[in-house]
């Protein structure tokens, strides 16, 4: 139980500013939660420019940081995990400079608490560490890593991968107070994956939305997509995040040219930063606007008729999909893509399985009304702001760390 006057150790990933992609956003979230209820000390790993400007912001909410640069590429992280036998995810995201800092933080601190975000990071909890622990896995990576062996991609790199990582996964669950899934269906499979569930006390946190920031009313269309004839249908995310990548490449080989059975003019826009080489490769096909890294990517939702997320593996919740439901705009998505988020399929979106033809008749069925396209994006704004504000979200927070939101400290 936290008292008077401890302090709380968070330590994600990745540094949670800017928070403009969905592990940092979630993060940046949690971190700012924290820093209401009493100060809070960051260790976090940073990994570019970007990142590394990001920590003066972080330095404004954080009592202290430690930020060292990511110590490996993946490429000898993966040699070096499969020779002592641990997962990749743990030694590519391992630090001894982080490693050091937190113990020394530890014992130099009253830290009452500590709350880590993404399983990579529960590697530097003390084993004998006597405060309250809360992890917050997100989504279950081990079933990612499980589905990519199935789907036949480096079959016995990702089945090793999901294996070493559904043990980890149980161990931290077992050293927690609390383990944070982002859906009721993440916490089902995960449960589902446990030797001994009874060990584990498995709680729900979704992911919310900043409809301040994510305002239709506040934003003006993309230009460029504006001179284009359309209808236009967006797809947003990191690029190089291999369920992304492979959704945009679907997109613009099937997709497109189903919708273009219906517009002659139809346009897809692929938005995120880091396309891959493959991805790249499509950027001359008719129809095909690749993008790449934007400054913002809220005129390019603007100007969307509909933004699509046909994502074929999908962990958690989509902020992608919430931050264009926010938006006002009709969001067309599959299965994979609506886990977490509590919609109604023909209200508040279009759910299609990743069929052309069928997500290419619902588009046209909606598109084809207008009265009907503005209903369904102005309840997509209403649910999010019903059921997906970031406060609401996250106040359980309170009452794992054994203390209350109301009353509290400000964040600094």
């Given at each position: ?7 709380i ?8 500013f ?11 979230h ?5 820093a209401?209820i009493a100060p809070?000390h960051v ?8 990142d ?11 009592a202290?940081h430690c930020?060292?640069a990511?110590?490996k590429?993946?490429v ?5 995990a499969v020779?002592?036998g641990k ?9 001894r ?25 529960g ?7 006597p ?5 917050d896995?997100c989504d279950?990576d081990?079933a990612k ?9 480096r079959?016995?790199?990702n089945a090793?991968?999901a294996?070493l990582?559904?043990?980890e996964?149980?161990?931290?669950g ?16 995960y449960?589902?994956g446990l030797q001994?569930p ?5 709680q ?14 506040k934003?003006?269309?993309h230009?460029?997509m504006?001179s284009?004839?359309?209808p ?8 190089d995040y ?10 613009i ?5 189903a919708?273009?059975?219906?517009w ?9 930063r ?6 790249l490769?499509l950027k ?8 790449g890294?934007?400054?913002?990517v ?13 994502l074929?593996?999908a962990?958690?919740v989509?902020n992608k999909?919430?931050e ?15 886990t977490?988020?509590?919609a109604r ?6 759910i299609?399985?990743a ?9 046209a ?10 209903a ?7 649910f ?13 927070l309170?009452?794992m760390l054994?203390t209350a939101l109301?009353?509290?400290r400000?964040?600094?």
């Open positions: 139980m936290m008292k008077a006057g401890d302090e150790l968070f330590l994600a990933h990745r540094v949670p800017p928070p403009n992609r969905g592990d940092k956003i979630r993060a940046h949690l971190l700012k939660a924290l209401a809070v260790g976090c790993l940073s990994e570019s420019d970007e590394r400007a990001g920590l003066a912001d972080l330095a404004q909410i954080a202290s930020a060292p990511r110590p590429p993946l000898l992280a993966g040699i070096e020779a002592q997962p990749v995810s743990l030694t590519a995201f391992h630090s400079r982080l490693e050091s800092w937190v113990r020394e933080i530890i014992a130099k601190r009253p830290i009452g608490a500590i709350v880590v975000f993404s399983g990579q990071m590697q530097y909890v003390p084993a004998h560490f405060g309250r622990v809360i992890i896995l279950v081990s890593f499980a589905q990519y062996a199935a789907n036949g991609e079959v016995w790199l090793r991968e294996r990582l559904a043990r996964e149980e161990r931290l077992a050293r927690a107070d609390a383990t944070i899934l982002i859906s009721e269906a993440e916490a089902a499979l449960r589902q001994d009874a060990r584990v006390n498995v729900v946190i979704g992911n919310g939305i900043d409809a301040r920031l994510f305002d239709p009313a934003v003006k269309p230009p460029a504006a284009l004839a359309g236009h249908f967006t797809f947003t995310g990191q690029m291999r369920p992304n990548e492979q959704a945009a490449i679907w997109a080989e099937h997709l497109l040219p919708l273009r059975a219906h002659a003019s139809a346009e897809i826009h692929i938005v995120g880091n396309p891959t080489p493959a991805l490769a001359g096909r008719a129809g095909a606007n690749i993008w890294e934007v400054p913002d809220r005129p390019f939702i603007a100007a969307s008729d509909c933004v699509i997320a046909p074929m593996i962990r958690g989509q999909v919430l264009a439901m926010a938006m006002a705009r009709p969001v067309l998505l599959t299965p994979e893509a609506a977490g988020i509590a399929d023909g209200a508040d979106w279009l299609e399985r069929d052309p033809a069928a997500m290419a008749a619902r588009a069925a909606l598109l084809g009304d207008p009265q009907k396209t503005a369904m994006g102005a309840a997509a704004r209403a999010v702001l019903e059921s997906h504000a970031w406060p609401a979200m996250l106040a359980p309170g009452a054994n109301q009353g509290a400000h964040a600094a």
